[in-house]
């Protein structure tokens, strides 16, 4: 017992999972744990009830996770359908359970059996009185294993109950209690999936498939929080087909595998403070478990197995990725407020604009729905006047916006932080930073040989050298289809005054590796080590070392 209660001690003192350079140093194949149902800043998803339901596997396992990350087993069920519960008074009632009174009680009082020297003396109590027809159950409580009976809505004046901390199991759909878990915040109940002849077990919660543990938590009494406590190769395996089609390239589906299982190392301690390292939105990554997982998603992280994206010999903190550039990844310092050496911009002629969706974006936007915007950010002013891009970064990116009001005064200007010169009012939002305005005043149009006239400012623009947008004016030489030549010219026409067009390429913070390039890359025959390298500046890739 001795040895047991120290385990529980030292767990406390350590997270889940120890990120690099801590005390306790994870292996290529470390343990992480991803908040599925829990709170948040925006939203509540802790449950009444937790429910499980073991897809290929036998059962499960009750227990903990010592302060090595190994499951310490204190019991076990064949029920391949369990729930967990909050042990105060919950009601069952249409398959659900919930703090409102109504339907059959899974109370927070039990009928106390005594205290046993060990859980095989408990549980041999436990199949004797449950031969005998009482629902008796096991209870491990504050490193003590009793036997308690029956549930009850009140003490009764002899009944006990668990602390604000407690969590009881049941088989789902009824209020037969299978096992009761009590430790604080030193411990907290993990449940392990037993799998089948071999076979890597699969559960189901909340309608997604996971591999892996899960782990239950209360705090100061309040409804479940529910955590995944999976291998970062299978956390992987969760990411890759929601992060990138499972039908892309295999080199491409690497390069993914690579990069999401860096940034899960260098983010560890992300949500740390929530009890978790990772949660499953665009936050972190996007994990949905193995609903999506096909053999080529699962091939490309098996392949890549222990590989990561390294900055001189240590793990890259900051190994980001977005859907596609327009042209030109962008410093994180023009984004961010840090510059990190890795993220360094680079011209991208790897995106194929055939066939990436909405590729090309355009947005119409006034003097009106810009001064609300404004408003809306608290900026005191006078009506604007005026909209235009004050500064491009060395690759073409936007830098900095700038708002003058109608006498030609500076209102305000916005430069690098990507949530401020990314416009985001009413049904205007630039998808990157990578776009151009035009101002309704100044919109030029193309006359082609035929006579018909197109507005620069909806579809005709030119590319530089670096990809980015420019206008055109004056007499443009443009190859046709059919390879011939011709000139056709740009008249200023007259446009509608604080009336702005803007137009834009890529969807995205511009920083790091450009999934849709990692595309064109991997079609034209390049490897994902080569892909890796051209996004992040100086980079390997390969197996590392965590140490002291």
């Known amino acids: 017992m001795k040895r047991l209660l120290c385990l529980f001690l030292c767990a406390a003192m350590l997270p889940l999972v120890a990120p690099p350079g801590a005390d306790a140093a994870p292996e290529a194949d470390f343990l992480l744990r991803i908040g599925l149902s829990v709170k948040t800043n925006t939203e509540d998803n802790s449950l009444v009830g937790a429910n499980l339901d073991n897809y290929a596997g036998l059962g499960y396992e009750f227990g903990f996770l010592n302060a090595d990350n190994a499951f310490v087993p204190l019991g076990t069920t064949t029920y391949k359908e369990i729930t967990m519960v909050k042990n105060r008074n919950v009601y069952l009632a249409n398959g659900a359970y919930s703090d409102n009174a109504g339907g059959e009680l899974v109370g927070a009082f039990h009928v106390s059996h005594g205290s046993y020297p060990g859980r095989t003396e408990a549980e041999a109590a436990v199949a004797s009185l449950r031969a005998q027809g009482v629902s008796a159950f096991v209870s491990y409580s504050n490193g003590v294993w009793e036997v308690r009976s029956g549930s009850y809505a009140d003490s009764g004046g002899a009944r006990v109950s668990g602390s604000k901390y407690c969590i009881s199991v049941v088989r789902t759909g009824t209020t037969d209690i299978l096992f009761q878990f009590d430790y604080g915040t030193t411990a907290h109940l993990c449940v392990r999936p037993l ?213 030609g005064n500076l209102i305000t200007s916005y430069s690098k932080e990507m949530a401020r010169i990314r416009l985001n009012f009413g049904n205007i939002r630039t998808k990157s930073l990578r776009y151009n305005i035009y101002s309704g005043d100044s919109i030029l149009s193309a006359t082609a040989p035929d006579g018909t006239s197109t507005p620069a400012g909806s579809e005709l623009y030119a590319l530089d050298g670096t990809g980015a947008l420019i206008p055109v004016g004056g007499e443009v030489t443009v190859l046709s289809g059919d390879g011939s030549l011709h000139t056709v010219s740009t008249v200023p026409q007259t446009g509608t005054d604080g009336v702005y067009i803007v137009i834009g390429r890529g969807d995205g913070h511009n920083l790091g590796m450009s999934q849709w390039g990692a595309h064109g890359m991997a079609d034209q025959g390049f490897s994902y080590i080569e892909i890796l390298k051209h996004y992040y500046t100086g980079v390997e890739v390969g197996q590392i070392t965590f140490s002291n």
């Open 195 to 407: 799998g089948e002849g071999g076979e890597k077990p699969i559960t189901w919660h909340k309608g997604k498939r996971y591999y892996g543990m899960f782990e239950f938590r209360r705090f100061e009494g309040n409804n479940i929080y529910v955590y995944n406590a999976i291998n970062v190769q299978d956390y992987v395996k969760g990411v890759l087909p929601y992060e990138m089609s499972p039908t892309w390239p295999i080199e491409a589906l690497k390069s993914q595998a690579v990069a999401a299982r860096s940034y899960a190392a260098g983010t560890l301690r992300k949500h740390r403070a929530a009890g978790y390292a990772l949660c499953t939105s665009t936050d972190c990554q996007v994990y949905r478990g193995m609903g999506e997982a096909s053999a080529l998603t699962n091939q490309a992280v098996d392949e890549t197995y222990g590989q990561f994206i390294t900055y001189n010999g240590a793990a890259c903190k900051t190994a980001v990725y977005h859907s596609s550039s327009g042209g030109a990844t962008e410093n994180s310092e023009n984004v961010w407020n840090e510059a990190v050496p890795y993220l360094r911009g680079v011209v991208d002629n790897y995106e194929d604009e055939a066939v990436i969706p909405n590729y090309i974006w355009r947005y119409t936007c006034t003097n009106d729905q810009l001064s609300a915007m404004l408003t809306a950010r608290g900026v005191a002013h006078n009506g604007v006047g005026s909209f235009y891009i004050q500064r491009y970064t060395d690759t073409s990116n936007v830098h900095t916006v700038a708002f003058n009001d109608r006498n």
